[in-house]
């Protein structure tokens, strides 16, 4: 057996475990700066609560009496190797008073482990073996007893905890004590032993736990200084800090390159701004391209640079200077690569994700999957963050701890997916749960009422949570995008974010479905609606729900996405619309319980080949079936640009096809599976879908949504027992989805990926019905009344073509054409005009007077000058 030395000083030496030579020592010091103030406690510790720590004169403070509030470091763990290990705190604040009766406690937590075998998974769930000092003195190892010694005089100044924990054959002896810090006096000691080694590999913490109540002089529970830690057991992971700069994500559209980096609550002593840089152009050594400063609610920097080199790959890097050690100033880095905008690639894959719940944080699976499928643009639908992320609840008050409540959950999100943001361009877009809403409808941006439960308060439309909270939630998550198409708030303020990126040759519109949407509650009394369910069985949703007055996307975004469909620029060869979640309600339920979802996440996982009796297709006024006139007037609009529709939210994964007068009159949506997903939503109707495939299941084919929207259903990832562990994660139709799109062909394929399932093998399978390959011309399925001459373009190839009705003057639909010819078809009879160029604009050539060619024989030719 090793021997161990303690040494126990003065306030401030050093405690250290000196083992023999051959072993490999590792130090840690904590260094908490002196002239600064700050939420955040540096780049290598994590705390639970984001909002109930804080560093401020050298100690690290717990500024709350609440149970289990702990800070994880993250550059060194207990290693599975056979060794020692020591680490000593001095503790004070409330504990200080150790006259005082409970349990509350505070001191050590060691060999934290979560479920994933990930420090990150095990910083926020793991959990460990407690040692420590209770408010009634007791120091305690793994459980309190009222046998373990007792400390009857503790300083002001705060008492030293020590713990050290050596081999004893297979397992480990633990021994703690307690010191005076100021004159070495040693108060008490406390040895455990036949403590397990498994016990004693993963995490390491401190840990203020008071969940009995408790009087805060001076608003400071706990506080924590000089914390050392030592020892041939200790594992070294420097690269294993987070922050300052916690993440970045970024947009490249037309030129203009938009990005912003998270950062975290730093102090009004730190540098307030953040430095893009890229390589010079010897690649020795960076030069800043731009500064930004650091948003005071947010937390974030965006930078904006037009005339951005598109046509190759350039590393960057985010500078940032933080106070640290000895108030000395450190300058930290993040590196990542704006990727070559892929104008030359044939195919461009855009992978796409919503839910991001925490069972499986940090989603290391996930990451490495999506990774092989390296996707050049990246799609969030919503549902970053849910309010139970994290644990420890939701914080609604006052203003800045809620900000700083949704931060710690917003920043578990860029912990998880860092690695492949900063590297490609993404959209992240919120949805309900993001700004703490069950469900959300905006109404326009008016606040909610503050009557009655949280149900009753969404119910009412609008935001409950006050407007500058949702500004800065939607600062994290959309400063990056290019500007809006009309930038101008809504009501209280709230800034919208609804714009067009053009990446790639793919024009993708990014629209926002809740901000502007009616709730129905006050438009459909008879309803009685609650949590945009309809409780009233006698109400019929498909004939009665559809009322003047409801709103989906608003005039303005209809406006926008009619002239989005028209302007096709030189490089657009095809256009996607992103969106939080799709306009139809594909779900069904037990007939009997067919007026509340609450049932949902009770419903059993059904095994491979199981069908419910008696599922009925249900009226989800959350889904965007509802309402069905705002529903029709978008997918109108989306067609037009024979757009294929990407979204999320409804945690079932689907691929089908809108209908609007009928059945597969218009374009195609993906709705992605949930990351990790606590609400599984099914589809299964009792009665089979018309004009299903054969062989298809009968939950597809042609079918009637609960308020009455036409919807053919082509595959949907129904939960299935599967066998997998955590069962919680993998029975739940979790994933994601890849879509690829084909510049030449223009034909799209749509894959839906199984979280469980890895791509990287040969036998690898995606949920069942995918993948589904569609052509771009498939977006606008409706039948054609007839066809107009062929028409025959001259001097360039793959032209705009707009087809334009001469009676009303609008443009039916606008298209980038394969080749010189195309027979445009039309949906009634009457005069047309043909537009053709190179890009939509006064430049295109024009045709008047084309009527329908019957024969479908008759050609005309246009000169278009390249």
């Known amino acids: 057996m090793r021997k161990i030395y303690i040494t126990t000083l003065l306030a401030g030496a050093l405690f250290f475990v000196s083992c023999n030579q051959s072993t490999k020592q590792v130090k840690f010091e904590s260094k908490w700066p002196s002239s600064v103030t700050r939420t955040w406690i540096g780049p290598e510790y994590w705390a639970n609560r984001l909002q109930d720590w804080q560093i401020h004169d050298e100690k690290l403070e717990c500024v709350v009496a609440a149970a289990d509030r702990n800070v994880n470091i993250l550059t060194r763990q207990l290693g599975k190797q056979k060794g020692s290990f020591a680490m000593s705190v001095i503790v004070g604040g409330a504990v200080a008073d150790a006259q005082k009766k409970g349990k509350n406690w505070a001191g050590f937590r060691i060999g934290i482990k979560g479920q994933f075998n990930d420090y990150r998974d095990s910083a926020i769930y793991g959990k460990g073996m407690n040692a420590g000092i209770t408010m009634a003195g007791r120091l305690f190892i793994d459980q309190q007893s009222k046998d373990d010694p007792v400390i009857h005089k503790i300083d002001k100044t705060g008492i030293r905890i020590e713990l050290v924990a050596e081999p004893a054959g297979d397992t480990y002896k633990v021994l703690l004590k307690a010191v005076n810090p100021q004159s070495g006096e040693l108060l008490a000691t406390l040895e455990k032993g036949q403590v397990p080694a498994e016990s004693l590999t993963g995490n390491i913490a401190l840990v203020s736990d008071f969940p009995q109540k408790q009087d805060l002089a001076d608003g400071i529970c706990t506080w924590f200084q000089d914390w050392k830690i030592s020892g041939s057991k200790i594992e070294v992971h420097d690269n294993q800090t987070f922050g300052p700069i916690l993440f970045s994500q970024y947009t490249l559209s037309r030129g203009i390159l938009k990005m912003t980096a998270q950062m975290p609550p730093i102090g009004n002593k730190d540098a307030q701004t953040v430095a893009l840089q890229v390589l010079k152009e010897n690649g020795k050594g960076w030069k800043t391209i731009q500064e930004a400063k650091i948003d005071a609610m947010a937390r974030t920097a965006t930078f904006r640079i037009e005339n951005w080199d598109a046509g190759k790959n350039t590393p960057y890097r985010l500078a940032y200077n933080l106070l640290g050690t000895g108030d000395k100033t450190k300058e930290y880095e993040w590196r990542g690569t704006i990727r070559k905008e892929p104008l030359d690639k044939d195919e461009i894959v855009v992978a796409a994700f919503t839910g991001n719940n925490d069972l499986g944080f940090p989603n290391n699976d996930l990451v490495k999957n999506v990774k092989y499928h390296n996707p050049d643009f990246l799609f969030f639908s919503g549902d970053q963050i849910y309010e139970r992320v994290g644990g420890y609840g939701t914080q609604r008050a006052p203003l800045d701890k809620a900000t700083l409540d949704y931060l710690r959950k917003w920043y578990l999100y860029g912990w998880a997916y860092r690695d492949i943001l900063k590297d490609r361009p993404a959209v992240s877009i919120p949805d309900d749960h993001d700004v703490y809403h069950g469900n959300v409808w905006g109404a326009g941006g008016k606040e909610a009422s503050h009557t009655g439960d949280s149900q009753d308060q969404q119910d009412s439309g609008g935001y409950i949570m006050p407007a500058a909270w949702v500004n800065m939630v939607q600062r994290t998550q959309t400063s990056h995008l ?120 009770k419903l059993r996982v059904l095994k491979r080949g199981e069908y419910p009796p008696n599922d009925i297709p249900v009226a989800d006024m959350d889904s965007d079936g509802w309402p069905q006139i705002g529903r029709n007037n978008a997918i109108r609009e989306m067609r037009r640009a024979f757009a294929l529709h990407i979204a ?141 001459p062929t028409i025959k373009i001259a001097g360039i190839s793959n032209p705009v073509v707009q087809v334009i009705d001469e009676k009303s003057g609008e443009s039916i639909y606008t298209l980038r054409i394969r080749g010189n010819s195309f027979m445009p078809k039309v949906f009634e009879n009457g005069s047309y005009t043909v537009r053709v160029g190179k890009e939509t604009g006064k430049n295109m050539k024009s045709i008047k007077g084309l009527l329908v060619d019957e024969t479908k024989e008759k050609t005309v030719t246009i000169k278009v000058n390249e």
């Open 648 to 788: 999320g939210d409804q945690h079932l994964g689907s691929t089908i096809q809108y209908g609007v007068d009928d059945w597969r009159d218009a374009g195609y949506a993906f709705c992605v599976p949930a990351i990790s997903n606590i609400w599984p939503r099914r589809w299964f109707p009792k009665n089979p879908g018309r004009n299903r495939k054969p062989g298809a299941p009968k939950y597809t084919g042609d079918f009637l949504d609960g308020f009455g929207n036409h919807v053919t259903v082509y595959a949907v990832s129904n939960p299935v027992f599967t066998g997998e562990k955590p069962a919680t994660l993998y029975d739940r139709a979790t994933g994601y989805g890849i879509v690829r799109f084909n510049r030449t062909s223009r034909n799209i394929v749509i894959e839906c990926w199984p979280r469980e399932s890895d791509p990287t093998k040969p036998d690898a399978q995606e949920y069942p019905g995918w993948p589904i390959k569609i052509g771009q011309a498939d977006n606008y399925g409706r039948k054609a009344f007839g066809y107009l």
């Open 482 to 601: 290019p500007a809006s198409w009309d930038p101008t708030p809504v009501k209280q303020g709230i800034g919208v974010y609804y714009c067009e990126i053009n990446y790639g040759g793919i024009s993708f519109a990014v629209i926002e479905d809740r901000k502007w949407k009616s709730a129905p509650k006050a438009l459909l009394p008879e309803a009685n609606i609650r949590n945009g369910w309809a409780r009233n069985r006698k109400f019929n949703a498909a004939k009665e729900a559809d009322v003047p007055g409801a709103v989906l996307l608003g005039e303005r975004q209809l406006h926008f996405l009619h002239e989005w469909a028209d302007n096709w620029d030189e490089n657009t060869w095809m256009k996607v619309v992103l969106s939080q979640t799709i306009f139809a309600n594909v779900a069904t339920l037990p007939e009997e319980e067919a007026t509340s979802d609450a049932v949902v996440p």
